[in-house]
């Protein structure tokens, strides 16, 4: 047998495992099975990370310079090891090109210099850092629980400079009553927190950003997904019923196409809307998630135009 074209000891090895004769035989379903992932290097199980990482690429390879410049001011972005790659001489992760990406959203019509900011679950603190590494901000109240209060404490202390973490105020939920009647925001902001909240608690939070804010900003999830072949649900059925019952938005849709995402934005806009007299000024897609919008509201108060 002539072997100077011959298979290399890996695919050999594949053809008697996984390419086999018979299989190579049935259609039925081989392009999202073993076969062409072996075909195709595309087996998502087994290529989370590199997905994740060229995500992150073709994010960063279209940022604006004006992005790029905003990313840069953001020092410290590597404190606790994120999933990085390096793009321009810079390390580059998810959480702040997302962070970068709200800032672009929320700066097209809000005045960020001098603000008082109240941000609603910010988890380790990234929007708030990349905020106050941006404008000088005069207050940063983050609302969490207390858990995540103590993580961004600690990440925030460890990123910011001391003038920069003075500005930053960590308010349990119980403590929100006790602020002064007169404590206003010229921002409020929430980033993947109501969708994983009790519907009644989400009213509560734009009640209280309806009485305190002159504009609100929200990026979430437009709607639920249910697909055991995306992880298996791995945390169990139990945990996949208590996210399908949080959050303003329950319906379960087919988060891959536009069409329907887009139809149940409108239902994110009226859903996430402070009260009756706010204006959506803006509202767009929240890339790279398929499923997750972004919308910016203001008080009619001052004469801000309805997006149609």
């Not at 008697?16 to 073993?34: Q, W």
């Not at 925030?156 to 119980?174: C, M, N, Q, T």
Request: hydrophobic letters at 40%; proline letters at 5%; aromatic letters at 10%.
């Amino acid at each position: 047998m002539d072997t100077r074209y011959g298979p290399s000891p890996l695919r050999q090895r594949y053809n008697k495992t996984i390419l086999t004769h018979e299989a190579a035989k049935d259609l039925s379903g081989f392009k999202s099975g073993a076969v062409n992932f072996k075909l195709g290097f595309w087996d998502p199980s087994v290529n989370g990370v590199r997905y994740l990482k060229a995500l992150i690429y073709n994010l960063a390879a279209g940022l604006s310079s004006e992005n790029w410049a905003r990313f840069r001011k953001i020092k410290n972005r590597d404190t606790g090891s994120p999933i990085s790659i390096h793009y321009n001489g810079e390390s580059v992760c998810m959480d702040y090109l997302l962070a970068v990406l709200e800032l672009e959203f929320i700066a097209r019509d809000v005045d960020l210099t001098g603000q008082r900011v109240l941000e609603v679950g910010a988890g380790y603190g990234r929007s708030c850092h990349a905020m106050l590494s941006n404008y000088d901000i005069e207050t940063y109240h983050i609302v969490d629980l207390d858990n995540s209060l103590e993580l961004a404490r600690g990440y925030l202390a460890a990123v910011l400079d001391e003038h920069e973490y003075a500005k930053v105020r960590f308010v349990s939920p119980g403590d929100l009553d006790a602020l002064p009647d007169d404590e206003t925001f010229g921002l409020g902001l929430s980033v993947n927190a109501f969708a994983e909240m009790p519907v009644a608690t989400v009213r509560d939070y734009l009640s209280l950003l309806d009485r305190r804010a002159r504009h609100v900003y929200v990026r979430d999830a437009v709607g639920k997904y249910l697909e055991p072949d995306l992880d298996g649900h791995a945390h169990g059925r139990d945990l996949v019923g208590m996210a399908l019952s949080t959050g303003p938005l329950q319906q379960v849709i087919d988060i891959h196409d536009n069409v329907v995402v887009e139809r149940q934005a409108e239902r994110f806009v009226e859903a996430h809307r402070p009260g009756p007299d706010w204006s959506c000024v803006n509202s767009a897609w929240a890339r790279p998630w398929s499923y997750y919008w972004q919308a910016l509201y203001r008080h009619r108060s001052d004469d801000a135009p309805e997006v149609p």
